[in-house]
């Protein structure tokens, strides 16, 4: 596995660094593209084959039942909000759900302040979690893997940063709903996201804020990747909103990602049992 990464690692290829406001951003390409054939979230809800459900009437906060009627695979991905049924959720860990499958996903509540239905079914949220929400939550999933097998999340830390995030954008929720945050602010978003409309057809990116690289999210397929770019894109832009402005940021270059990467390479790498198919890798290191 250490091996498999280190030369997927290797064989990216950065591209010149655009930058927009608080936030630049470096598109990597793959040479070629392999694996297994997959939808995004928002395709399989589209096409009508996902179906994403409360696991019983009663409803469990951190546990939800999605079946693929498909005949391809639909990848779930980690941090990628759902609405609707008893409350909004997000999920914990990236998912590749097989065709005709039917399973359980761990989740976590991203709207404290509901627990009633307002659909059957969940839809798509349109948003992704907002980078440093994305980031703390990951680590706590990554100690709960680590520690139970199980991929939970610390759901009071999540409510606080969602708490923080209305905080820091002066906005609010009825209901404290992460989404509410990203609709007060959607129109500095969707600036965020033209901005960067036109990088090409990238299998991820490298995105700087404030000067300073704040991660990486990289997918097999440039097709996947480009439906879900606006996602991506204003995850870290919600953080972008967040900084102050600086008077002379470092202006951020494909060798600062090279270098990231080369450190990447060199990380711990920790496999688990995935929540279906494949492996779950995480890296871990400085």
């Known amino acids: 596995m250490e091996e498999l990464i280190g030369r997927t690692l290797e064989e990216i290829q950065i591209e010149e660094v655009k930058a927009h406001h608080q936030m630049a951003v470096a598109p990597l390409f793959f040479a070629s593209q392999h694996g297994p054939n997959y939808l995004t979230l928002s395709q399989g809800f589209e096409n009508g084959d996902l179906i994403v459900q409360e696991i019983s ?58 627990w009633n239905y307002t659909t059957k079914n969940f839809e798509d949220s349109g948003v992704l979690m907002a980078r440093l ?26 409510w606080e940063d969602v708490a923080s995030l209305h905080s820091d954008l002066g906005s609010t929720s009825g209901t404290g709903a992460m989404r509410d945050a990203y609709e007060s602010r959607k129109a500095e978003i969707d600036d965020y996201i033209k901005a960067f409309s036109n990088i090409g057809q990238p299998n991820g990116i490298a995105v700087f804020l404030g000067g300073q690289l704040a991660g990486l999210d990289l997918l097999s397929y440039s ?22 402005q600086q008077e002379r940021p470092h202006k951020p270059s494909k060798q600062d990602v090279r270098t990231f990467l080369a450190k990447a390479g060199r990380c711990t790498v920790e496999a688990h049992a995935s929540q279906r198919h494949g492996e779950d890798a995480r890296l871990v290191g400085k």
């Open 57 to 114: 009437e009663g409803g469990s906060v951190p546990d939800l039942s999605v079946t693929n009627n498909g005949n391809q695979f639909v990848l779930l991905l980690d941090g990628e909000e759902i609405r609707g049924a008893k409350q909004n959720r997000a999920l914990n860990t990236s998912v590749l759900v097989a065709p005709k499958a039917r399973i359980i996903i761990p989740v976590s509540c991203t709207e404290q302040g509901r």
């Open 133 to 158: 929400l994305r980031s703390k939550k990951q680590a706590a999933v990554t100690r709960s893997v680590r520690e139970t097998k199980s991929y939970r999340s610390d759901q009071g830390e999540v």
């Open 223 to 244: 097709s996947a990747m480009e439906n879900l770019l606006p996602k991506i894109i204003g995850s870290y832009a919600m953080d972008a909103l967040r900084i102050k």
